[in-house]
């Protein structure tokens, strides 16, 4: 597969336990943000997104939290399984760029 | 299916030449995106379209150029210019610019000798 990501933060966590993704963006401006995850060889997906007028989102096994105050973001898997290993990646946009902005990256190792 | 397709998934070409690399959907979306991706990093905006006939340069504009004469189709030219060609590159589209989940292609890795 690609290799994406050599030099990536990465997380490890047990099988069934909770992870908790961390995101720090820097532009006040922003509004709206984006979790996609990434596994070898293929394309980004979509998680969840989430705008700036709220400060947590919930999906199927997964939460957003935004904190504007100190420009971080968070994804929260819950009873993580192996299929979760990936690259996960924040993104950001706001009314002056009509494209998102990445983060560099995180990868989440499950050990069974 | 609708989808976004990139191909091919792995290209090989001799320095200096020009390359372009397709990328194709059928959601009818308007904004269309490419983006390069390298080992430890994430996705870097080559160049955006929101609409047809219409494109802007991303952070990465340099030694690329674009085209965007069909809603469906957004075709990138890797050209001699670009000093380090050899990366992941990704399409991306999106019902419209900006504050829209942006659905991926497959990528297409390039491989410059």
């Known amino acids: 597969g690609e290799s994406v990501g050599l030099h990536l933060p990465t997380l490890s966590v047990q099988e069934g336990d909770n992870s908790i993704i961390n995101c720090a963006y820097s532009n006040s401006a922003s509004d709206y943000f984006i979790w996609y995850k990434q596994e070898s060889g293929k394309g980004p997906q979509f998680i969840i997104d989430i705008r700036s007028n709220m400060d947590k989102r919930q999906g199927q096994r997964v939460t957003v939290l935004l904190n504007k105050t100190v420009k971080h973001l968070s994804l929260q898997i819950a009873a993580t399984q192996p299929g979760d290993s990936a690259v996960y990646f924040c993104?950001?946009?706001?009314?002056?760029?009509?494209?998102?902005?990445f983060g560099s990256g995180t990868r989440l190792q499950v050990q069974p | 299916d609708g989808g976004i397709t990139q191909s091919p998934k792995y290209l090989f070409r001799k320095e200096g030449q020009n390359v372009t690399l397709s990328c194709e959907q059928n959601l009818n979306h308007d904004a269309m995106y490419w983006y390069r991706q390298d080992p430890g990093q994430g996705l870097r905006l080559i160049y955006y379209?929101?609409?047809?006939?219409?494109?802007q340069k991303g952070d990465i504009a340099e030694g690329y150029s674009v085209s965007r004469e069909k809603k469906e189709s957004f075709p990138l030219t890797v050209t001699s210019a670009q000093k380090n060609p050899t990366a992941f590159y990704l399409c991306?589209?999106?019902?419209?610019?900006?504050?829209?989940?942006?659905?991926f292609g497959p990528g297409t890795r390039l491989t410059v000798l």
């Open positions: 993104a950001e946009s706001n009314t002056g760029r009509r494209a998102l902005t």
């Open positions: 991306a589209s999106s019902i419209k610019g900006g504050y829209n989940e942006q659905f």
């Open positions: 379209s929101q609409i047809v006939n219409d494109f």
